[in-house]
């Protein structure tokens, strides 16, 4: 029976599911935030660490993920890491305080750090170029399901069961994909992987981590509070460190001469401002529900949703068309598309239909299919198969930071706009879908600069006439 389905396909079951359940289980925590404040009687600041304590845990265990992969192999590595997550999730469930919680969470984090990572490499590696994007196909399902359907089932379950549960609903998907994994994945072992880089682990789980902590509380704490300019400075420092360093070495843990790559480097930094706009905005439009309309969280989640649809929706025909068009005009214009929808947004106020939102949502979601599936099928066309495990812990830290950086910068102009005040109204988002729509914008300048030629490789199944054109 394992001979019988092929590499790719059970690749691409255990990835989306145990991506889906990592992703999903980041905006689940968000929403039981306040459950914990009350629950353990501490302070909202002392029960962001639940939701902190995870983000550094990744920050660490992300650029280490491809040697570890490499060197390992993928399938031992993707399933310990499995594991730790799903273990760490039943640990957070029975947590009796709130200090427990925090280290588990830091576990979990373990888990989630590698596991996304090795999986990317494994799923490029099971999929050819040529089947690139239908594999990225695959990857839209957990990347944009899981936020849009995260805040629903937090909400639903905290209002009917308890906070334990956001933990608890990880473990049954957590041992049958474990289960399936051990049956039916095969081991990739690159015996180039080199030593362990001790210098690069320790200055980009260092900087990572302290750049993303001053990202993340610079909106709550203030930017020239000490704590924030003294972790972004030396985590600031640290990175320009790893960079000298790392190019000296002969193995570095993260390659970044991959970044001379010109597809690998202009793909990651249409990620980045995408990612940014994109996440920002599943950040930032529960709020203007919640705060600006006073809508529940569970009617917020359910509004939100039709993103999700959206993008499901549009991604089949993006597949259809990535083979002849290529990725530098659909990625542009999903972002000329997300730019001009994200910046209608700062026309809604209290009193605008809902169905005008959630339509809106339907079509940002319709947009970012333009974006996702191209982008995910070209950025590592010209990337080996010996360097993909590498070249997926760079994606995927530059994937964390994006979700940081979109989410600070809203955030930090809502607090302007909105001076503080303990509930923001509607005027005080204007200005915030603004700057979201100006990320977008920053993105599709740098996607017009994409050479289709460069991922001719995923286009094989233009007609030649087409592919001969492409630029």
Known sequence: MRDRLKPEYSVAAVFVAALFMSIMDSTVVNVAIPTLARDFDASNASVQWVVTAYLLSLALWIPASGWVGDRFGTKRVFLVALGLFTAGSVMCGVADSLPQLVLFRVLQGVGGGIMTPVGTAMLFRAFPPARRAKASQVLIVPTVL????????????????????????????????????????????????????????LLSGTGLALVLYAISEGPVRGWVSAPVLGAGAIGLAACVLLVRVELRRPDP??????????????????????????????????????????????S???????????????????????????????????????????ASMALLGAGSSVWTIRLLMFATGAAMAYVLLPQQAATFATISSADTGRASAIYNTQRQTA?????????????????????????????????????????????????????????????????????
Do not use: K
Not at 329 to 335: D, E, I, N, V
């Open 146 to 201: 899981a936020p849009a359907v995260g805040p629903v089932i937090g909400g639903l379950l905290i209002e009917h069961l308890s906070w334990r549960w956001v933990f608890y609903v990880n473990v049954p998907v957590g041992l049958i994909v474990l289960v399936f994994g051990a049956v039916f994945l095969h081991e990739h072992r690159e015996a180039s992987a080199g030593r362990f880089d001790v210098p690069g682990f």
């Open 253 to 298: 843990m993260l390659d970044l001469r991959l970044l001379g790559d010109r597809l690998f480097r202009t793909s990651n930094l249409v990620c980045l401002f995408a990612y940014a706009a994109f996440l920002g905005l599943l950040f930032v439009m529960p709020i203007f529900l919640q705060e600006a309309r006073g809508a529940s969280a569970l």
């Open 300 to 342: 917020s989640g359910l509004t939100t949703f039709p993103e999700a649809v959206g993008v499901l929706v549009s991604s089949q025909l993006v597949g259809r068309l990535y083979p002849r068009v290529g990725p530098r005009r659909l990625m542009t214009g999903g972002l000329v598309g997300l730019t001009v929808l994200i």
């Open 403 to 471: 979700a940081a950086l979109g989410v600070a910068l809203l955030a930090t102009v809502l607090t302007s706009a909105s001076g503080n005040a303990a509930s923001p109204g509607a005027g005080d988002f204007h200005l915030v879908f603004l700057a979201c729509a100006a990320l977008a914008a920053f993105g599709a300048a740098v996607a017009w600069t994409i050479r289709d030629s460069d991922a001719a490789s995923t286009m094989a199944h233009a007609e030649p006439a087409i592919a001969a054109v492409a630029h």
